[in-house]
């Protein structure tokens, strides 16, 4: 297997708006496996009590000729994909710290694995691709209070194969947001599917403060001919324990200031346990 190389597309470029829809073309050719996204921006002077960097995002999409959306995803949900297709979740540096800098990496896979030869992106069959990064500061917290204005950077990197080495692709696999609601009622939702290409997986997400896992959707059924014939049918839960199975990594770091707010929300249910230390003591 040839070896990957990464190729710097963007390097920590400050961006002048606070809130755009920024979109950069991919080069004409090359052989892609996959896109990682950093970004970065610097808290104010004032602390930033429970803000998220993942919702700076209102989407993070790949572009294919100005329409076709290949892969779309809210900041929340590339983050959750990337902790569910690699086992891990890519490198975050939360804090609460005034003035402190955070960063948080997003990874747009176009292959089953890195370095996959038979999926990915082959950039000479299309015309233009562009990935579109679609933020908001405001979403985190109030900027120029909880934000410095104009700090905001992105860095896009592209994993490639080398030139002269470049792998037969049968495709790339795509991953996009094709329902999303606000339920605030009991009730049994069915939604079609997308037909129009092969599926290899179904994410299921739901979120909200203060609520356990397998209160808000209890019951999984996937299948076809008003279900006929039936693929998945389970509790939530049983799922749950059976996918956790494939993680790596089931814990997440945060820097927090004690003078902030008592309540942390996080990115993972069911927590077991806690581990708190300050600048002096270590925890294993």
């Not at 015309?127 to 700090?151: C, E, K, M, P, W």
Request: aromatic letters at 12%.
């Amino acid at each position: 297997m040839p070896k990957m190389i990464i190729t710097t597309l963007m390097d920590r470029e400050v961006q002048t708006s606070d809130t755009l829809v920024y979109r950069k073309d991919l080069p004409k050719t090359g052989f892609v496996s996959a896109i990682d996204i950093g970004v970065r921006f610097t808290n104010g002077a004032t602390v930033p009590v429970d803000g998220d960097l993942l919702d700076i995002f209102n989407h993070i999409s790949l572009l294919f000729n100005g329409v076709d959306y290949r892969f779309h995803m809210k900041g929340q949900d590339v983050y959750r994909y990337n902790w569910a297709k690699d086992g891990k979740p890519m490198p975050q540096s939360w804090t609460q710290v005034a003035s402190a800098t955070q960063e948080g990496w997003f990874r747009i896979p176009l292959g089953r694995f890195l370095g996959d030869k038979e999926f990915g992106l082959n950039l000479a069959k299309h015309r233009n691709v562009q990935l579109q990064l679609d933020y908001a500061l405001s979403n985190f917290g109030t900027v120029g209070t909880h934000i410095i204005t104009g700090t905001i950077a992105f860095t896009v990197l592209l994993h490639e194969f080398p030139m002269g080495q470049s792998p037969p692709f049968r495709g790339m696999i795509s991953a996009r947001e094709f329902y999303t609601t606000t339920s605030v009622a009991s009730r049994t939702n069915k939604q079609d599917l997308p037909s129009q290409n092969p599926m290899t997986a179904l994410y299921v997400s739901a979120t909200e403060d203060a609520i356990a896992d397998g209160v808000d959707i209890t019951d999984i059924k996937i299948g076809k001919d008003r279900f006929g014939t039936v693929w998945a049918d389970g509790k939530w839960y049983n799922f749950a324990k059976v996918f956790n199975e494939s993680l790596s990594v089931r814990f997440e770091d945060f820097t927090l200031t004690a003078a902030t707010a008592a309540v942390k929300v996080v990115h993972v249910n069911n927590v077991k346990f806690t581990s708190l230390c300050n600048e002096n003591s270590h925890v294993k």
